[in-house]
């Protein structure tokens, strides 16, 4: 098994930026590729962003490319959403998502593990 805890979230002011952390423990080196998902309220969960551990190839959303950046530290077991320029329309739960395979996919089915969420708000 593995466990995922996001942390980070919080309310910020639109234009303004907010890090996200995910922190994998368990059983971590199953994992191969970690996504980033949100879910606003009425709305159907969304692909954000992922990486892979090795190489650290990155995917991104149409509508985050350009403002946020995905990275990871491997001797952390951590990886970490960048959100700059924030909109309103960026409200959202933020999911922390590992997956055993490769495949740097936005499909959550992809992806076997997930954390418990973090609120992310920005007003406007």
Do not use: H
């Amino acid at each position: 098994q593995v466990q995922l805890q996001e942390s980070g979230g919080g309310l910020v002011q639109a234009g303004g930026s907010l890090r996200l952390s995910c922190a994998a423990s368990g059983r971590t080196f199953s994992t191969k590729t970690m996504g980033w998902f949100r879910q606003a309220p009425g709305k159907e969960r969304e692909f954000v962003a992922a990486v892979n551990w090795s190489v650290g190839y990155t995917r991104y959303a149409d509508s985050v490319k350009g403002r946020f950046t995905i990275s990871r530290d491997n001797a952390k077991n951590t990886v970490y959403l960048q959100m700059n320029s924030l909109k309103p329309e960026d409200t959202a739960v933020y999911y922390c998502a590992a997956s055993t395979r490769w495949l740097v996919t936005g499909a959550p089915t992809e992806y076997d593990y997930w954390g418990q969420g973090t609120q992310v708000t920005v007003s406007s």
